[in-house]
């Protein structure tokens, strides 16, 4: 078969155009591609919701990829390693209560299988601003992160949504946007993002599945931002406070969406 270059270009500008009309109306945006924001939607997909993840970056998997100061091993506690086996991802047992994982292998098969399961993921687009209907967030408003970079000036475009996460880690970019441009008062103790702590692992991963949870009418944190939303310590190269808190994220939307 000859190859035609303009064949080839129709394809790719028709089936992502096709894929990203179908996902202009969804049930849960996911704004962020680390562990958390994959794990819901992977969970969410599962349970036949419609939902579309959106990275700023080239990659998905946040700071997974890197492990430890680019060490390709993370860690994850027992209550972690259920997920992983659930997803058929290889641990190995150092000493009890701790277990490693290949960093690449994690995340490639959380992409993968949320994929498979039926999310859409989408790249190297940005989320600039909310969409707000009668003090709820109904949508996220999104642009191309290189619109972004090069710092011109080009509308966005929107996608409605009856369910965010903001699971962009310790940038906390959806609930910022809430804070300064809607006004509102979040779900905090000061009702605003609080800001994270200093690394403390323990203390950390406990803390991220208490602040999984709504901030404002439609929008739920997880993962990094919980915990940079409610003011609690980082946790670094540990992942299974991550996991779980994708796994809680998702079944308290299951819960509203019922």
Not at 27 to 44: F, Q, S
Request: a negative charge.
């Amino acid at each position: 078969m000859k190859l035609d270059e303009t064949t080839i270009s129709r394809a790719i500008i028709d089936r992502f155009t096709d894929k990203l009309k179908d996902a202009l109306s969804l049930d849960v945006a996911i704004v962020g591609g680390g562990p958390a924001g994959l794990m819901a939607a992977y969970l969410l997909a599962k349970k036949n919701k419609k939902v579309a993840l959106f990275e700023r970056k080239l990659s998905i998997g946040g700071g997974m990829w890197g492990g430890g100061m680019m060490f390709n091993e993370i860690v994850v506690q027992e209550e972690g390693k259920r997920l992983l086996d659930e997803l058929s991802i290889g641990t190995h047992q150092y000493q009890e209560g701790y277990y490693t994982a290949d960093s690449v292998e994690t995340v490639s098969t959380l992409c993968s299988q949320a994929v498979r399961a039926g999310a859409k993921i989408f790249n190297l687009i940005s989320v600039e601003d909310v969409m707000v209907r009668e003090e709820r967030v109904t949508g996220i408003v999104i642009n191309w992160t290189a619109v972004e970079m090069a710092s011109l000036h080009v509308d966005p475009l929107c996608i409605e949504s009856k369910c965010v996460v903001d699971a962009t880690g310790h940038a906390t970019e959806v609930a910022k946007v809430i804070e300064k441009k809607v006004g509102a008062h979040l779900l905090t103790e000061t009702g605003r993002v609080v800001g994270e702590q200093s690394l403390w692992a323990d203390v950390a991963e406990e803390a991220t599945l208490e602040n999984t949870r709504a901030i404002y009418p439609g929008v739920y944190v997880a993962g990094m931002s919980a915990n940079a939303t409610f003011g609690n310590h980082r946790m670094g190269p540990v992942f299974g406070g991550m996991l779980l808190s994708g796994e809680k994220v998702a079944a308290l939307i299951l819960k509203e969406l019922k």
